[in-house]
């Protein structure tokens, strides 16, 4: 089922623009999107309503006939690099073969992706091609709204996700406490030990990733902190697993935060509060509700309960510092953002992240997160983990 | 040891730019290079021969501040990206919030990677911020001369990278053959197979990656061709890994070509001019020999045996159709490239590849690959691993 590009198709058309044009390698999602086609460096996608067609390097070009998703693939030589760049240097012949495959497909005004490259631009600029650089986004808000086998390879993903998950508890489970520290096979247990696991588990189930966290105690008290050195007992050990799918390239995201031992008792009312503030989220996703009203009902369990959140005060750095959730997909972050700027209605087929969290370096952090898609009348979870945290 | 910046601080000095800007993740390897400083979402660095200085978000603060080499590190709330958003939305917010940084370091013309993102660019300009993006890429010039320190980072992850080459051989030299087709463990015997055991190799050893090749029969014959499904016997099998250690985030790489059985006649001469070719780049590679010269010294023995090479035919599809290496380090493929067009002169630090190889449908395809630093009086191979390729 190809994905349904008719809104992009209509800005092309209203904005005067004849087509999109992407330098990047797929590594940039929409380039991976709009091409179909998997290749490191970068390379050129020039999508109109009518045509997809790529320019690619020599050592490309066999890969690319074969795999892309283009009606029409061109490589450098059909336009004569080697000769141009023996008169005007390659960076300049490379300019004047992107020029020419623009000419041949009648292209000279092209809206691109905001992260195009500026040296690219400017140059293309310099010989009268026409580059408006699209903020709104459009290829973005496409990639949010996910076909059915898109919501099945992050299904896909995320059974690989709650394996790795299952595994990092299960070590969790088996270490014993001593001197209020876990220790494992005669060895203390550190973060990454367990991100090892994970990481193993996840290459045995297909996925790659780069990075998990696993942290404890104050590192846990920043977010995005990936934890290092010696878990320790009775303090919450937050666990957060992006894997992306090696074949599909699409992602899962999943959170738990567990304590080996006796979680104090601020932070037992951390992981109660942001089971609610989850609870409340969930509540709150269906289709026609904005972003922010989904991150509104987390902010407000947080906030009745004083905490501060990034609502009530934009320089917070404890309390719950981040925003309720984003979308997955080929990127582990894109749209839709479930944020406090968030003003777009949610529909079917946007696939977020519902996590809210609570962090004070005095406490150590409390993270919750399951990945979902939202469906006609609601939503659907697409994860399956419980919810505990206590690990005897 | 810090990496020398002196040749950025004189262009910058000699343009007239103020600064040079950076608005990315860390995955772009110039950002890491210049801000220190690891994070997946994009964020801003400013240098100045004075300062560093980094524009992150309220999630990244604290770790900027403890983990960046930064003299300072300012996050949007100090510029009130909250209000401003409201007032302007937030992509306009934005936009201020980097006008008002710049402003208080003073700068108000910077150069920038020729992958800055256009959007923002475009943005600033509005503002009457002068942007040139270095089409000479300055920053990347700085990455290829390696520190000390640098070289030993591409040395450990090259150790990783050797471990999981030994796995991969080892699993060859165990599997059986049946009807052409490799068995092991009474399966058989799959590049993703060989692919999951390289990746688990690595990940023991520290290291990430996102892709490893190992490519049968045609498949071989796409340089690019990341290779799938059963391995057969008497053909050529390309292993090239190239792994990120993921503390240091320097990368290796290196290429083996294994036959399980007996090669053909074709094969055996790709694989004994391939050898020759390597001999002939390494013996070309030394201070003061530009990377074209490294490449002509590869691409005349297949030239004088009769090959076509992409200098004697751009266009050719079979023969030595790729550049005969590329730098290494915070990426894999980075500057100093070694091709027809590189006509920059090798110095003492530079870490590249030497990896010639054959390629044609019919036969398959050959590479060799190790990994060297530029020395003084010529070159220190930093590869440990025999090239040999019949596997009994």
Same mark, same amino acid.
């Given at each position: 089922?190809?994905?349904?590009?008719?809104?992009?198709?209509?800005f092309?058309?209203d904005?005067?623009?004849?087509?999109?044009?992407?330098?990047?390698?797929s590594?940039?999602?929409?380039?991976? !999107?709009l091409?179909?086609f998997?290749?490191?460096?970068p390379?050129?996608?020039?999508?109109?309503?009518?045509?997809?067609?790529?320019?690619?390097?020599?050592?490309e070009?066999?890969?690319?006939?074969?795999?892309a998703?283009a009606?029409?693939?061109?490589?450098?030589?059909?336009?004569?690099?080697?000769?141009?760049?023996?008169?005007?240097g390659?960076r300049?012949?490379?300019?004047?073969v992107?020029?020419?495959?623009l000419?041949?497909?009648?292209?000279?005004?092209?809206?691109?992706?905001g992260?195009?490259?500026?040296?690219?631009?400017?140059?293309?600029r310099?010989r009268?091609v026409?580059?408006t650089?699209?903020?709104?986004?459009?290829?973005?808000?496409?990639?949010?709204?996910?076909t059915?086998?898109e919501?099945?390879?992050v299904r896909?993903?995320q059974?690989a996700?709650?394996?790795?998950?299952?595994?990092?508890?299960?070590?969790?489970?088996?270490?014993d406490?001593?001197?209020g520290?876990?220790?494992?096979?005669?060895?203390?247990l550190?973060?990454?030990?367990v991100?090892?696991e994970?990481?193993?588990?996840?290459?045995r189930?297909?996925?790659?990733?780069?990075?998990t966290?696993v942290?404890?105690?104050?590192?846990?008290a920043?977010?995005?902190?990936?934890?290092?050195?010696?878990?320790?007992?009775?303090e919450p050990?937050?666990?957060?697993?992006?894997?992306r799918?090696?074949?599909?390239? !699409?992602?899962?995201?999943?959170?738990?935060?567990?304590?080996?031992?006796?979680?104090?008792?601020?932070?037992?009312?951390?992981?109660?509060?942001t089971?609610?503030?989850f609870?409340?989220?969930?509540?709150?996703?269906?289709?026609?509700?904005t972003?922010?009203?989904?991150?509104a009902?987390a902010?407000?369990v947080?906030?009745?309960?004083?905490?501060?959140?990034?609502?009530?005060?934009?320089?917070?750095?404890?309390?719950?510092i981040?925003s309720?959730?984003h979308g997955?997909?080929?990127d582990?972050h894109?749209?839709?953002?479930?944020?406090d700027?968030?003003d777009?209605e949610?529909e079917?087929?946007h696939?977020?992240t519902?996590e809210?969290?609570?962090y004070d370096?005095?406490?150590?952090?409390?993270? @919750?997160?399951? @990945?979902?898609?939202?469906t006609?009348d609601?939503?659907?979870?697409?994860?399956? !983990?419980p919810?505990?945290?206590?690990?005897e």
């Open positions: 089922m190809d994905p349904d590009l008719s809104a992009l198709d209509e092309l058309s904005a005067g623009h004849d087509g999109y044009l992407l330098h990047a390698g590594d940039l999602a929409d380039q991976y !999107y091409s179909g998997d290749a490191p460096d390379f050129v996608t020039l999508y109109t309503p009518e045509t997809t067609a790529l320019l690619v390097s020599g050592l070009y066999g890969r690319a006939k074969n795999e998703r009606d029409a693939v061109r490589r450098h030589a059909d336009y004569d690099l080697h000769a141009k760049a023996a008169e005007h390659r300049e012949a490379f300019t004047r992107l020029v020419a495959f000419e041949e497909f009648g292209v000279g005004d092209v809206a691109t992706n992260r195009f490259p500026l040296g690219v631009a400017d140059a293309l310099e009268d026409a580059l650089a699209d903020r709104d986004d459009h290829v973005g808000d496409a990639r949010a709204v996910k059915e086998a919501v099945e390879s896909v993903a059974r996700n709650e394996a790795a998950m299952r595994a990092a508890e299960d070590l969790l489970r088996e270490a406490t001593e001197s520290v876990l220790r494992y096979g005669g060895d203390p550190t973060a990454e030990r991100k090892e994970i990481e193993v588990t996840l290459l189930h297909g996925c790659a990733l780069d990075e966290i942290a404890c105690g104050a590192d846990a920043e977010p995005h902190n990936r934890g290092s050195g010696p878990l320790r007992a009775d050990i937050v666990i957060d697993i992006f894997p799918d090696k074949t599909s390239k !699409y992602h899962a995201d999943m959170t738990r935060t567990f304590v080996k031992g006796t979680p104090s008792d601020a932070a037992r009312e951390f992981h109660e509060l089971r609610a503030a609870d409340a989220a969930f509540d709150a996703l269906e289709p026609g509700a972003g922010a009203d989904v991150h009902a902010c407000e947080y906030e009745d309960a004083g905490y501060p959140t990034l609502r009530s005060d934009p320089g917070a750095e404890t309390g719950y981040h309720t959730g997955v997909g080929l582990v894109e749209a839709p953002g479930l944020s700027s968030a777009v949610l079917a087929g696939v977020v519902i809210p969290g609570l370096p005095d406490v150590g952090g409390v993270r @919750i997160e399951d @990945i979902a898609v939202v006609e609601g939503y659907e979870d697409l994860t399956d !983990y919810v505990e945290w206590v690990v």
